[in-house]
T-cell receptor
């Protein structure tokens, strides 16, 4: 059973567009929601993370929006660039958990 | 600069062979993980180790075992490789604590013929 559901599976946008990747979860005990970015041939790396006590977090061109009541969170990439082309994974965890529960990933392609 | 290294980038084995995947981290992290990554399925946890000689099963441990004799090294073992174990295998490490960042290695692409 997938603890975190992610969509879309793939996404193609023009340079300068704002791709949006969505994730949903069921376990209301989750209290930490990171996003990982993976370039081809590399392992995933932490991009940005949010706690449920805030509705939005920005780091540079990357923004997480969090809706606690809907149990959903999303990643927005402002002014997307070809260098943002990668696979993005959302994840969730809770206090005392050993591991992260990952979404299935979104392959983003930004066309110049 | 933090570093997680994996012994091979690409590996080709035959059905029934015993396969060892090695992972080494230089950050003195307590926790180490083995995941497999498959298209459309994301990252699935195979095994987790929270300390030397300690291990816990993840979501898909069947057909795998692990060994952690030293803090910096975590090995994944396929006792008798099968074609359905063809996948990308990722190792990660993390300082003790649920919210701490996981640092991933570059992955090993294993093909079982």
């Amino acid at each position: 059973q997938q603890q975190v559901k992610q969509s879309p599976q793939s996404l193609i946008v023009q340079k300068g567009g704002i791709p949006i990747i969505n994730c949903a979860y069921e376990n209301t005990a989750f209290d930490y929601f990171p996003w990982y970015q993976q370039f081809p041939g590399k392992g995933p790396a932490l991009l940005i993370a949010i706690r449920p006590d805030v509705s939005e977090k920005k780091e540079g061109r990357f923004t997480i929006s969090f809706n606690k009541s809907a149990k959903q969170f999303s990643l927005h990439i402002m002014d997307s660039q070809p260098g943002d082309s990668a696979t993005y994974f959302c994840a969730a965890t809770l206090t005392g958990a050993n591991n992260l529960f990952f979404g299935t990933g979104t392959r983003l392609t930004v066309i110049p | 600069d933090v570093k997680v290294t994996q012994s091979s980038r690409y590996l080709v084995k035959r059905t029934g062979e015993k396969v060892f995947l090695e992972c080494v981290q230089d950050m003195d992290h307590e926790n180490m993980f083995w995941y497999r990554q498959d298209p459309g399925l994301g990252l699935r946890l195979i095994y987790f180790s929270y300390d030397v000689k300690m291990k816990e099963k993840g979501d898909i441990p069947e057909g795998y075992s692990v060994s952690r004799e030293k803090k910096e090294r975590f090995s994944l073992i396929l006792e008798s490789a099968s074609t359905n174990q063809t996948s990308m295998y990722l190792c990660a490490s993390r300082k003790l604590g649920s919210y701490n960042e996981q640092f991933f290695g570059p992955g090993t692409r294993l093909t079982v013929l």
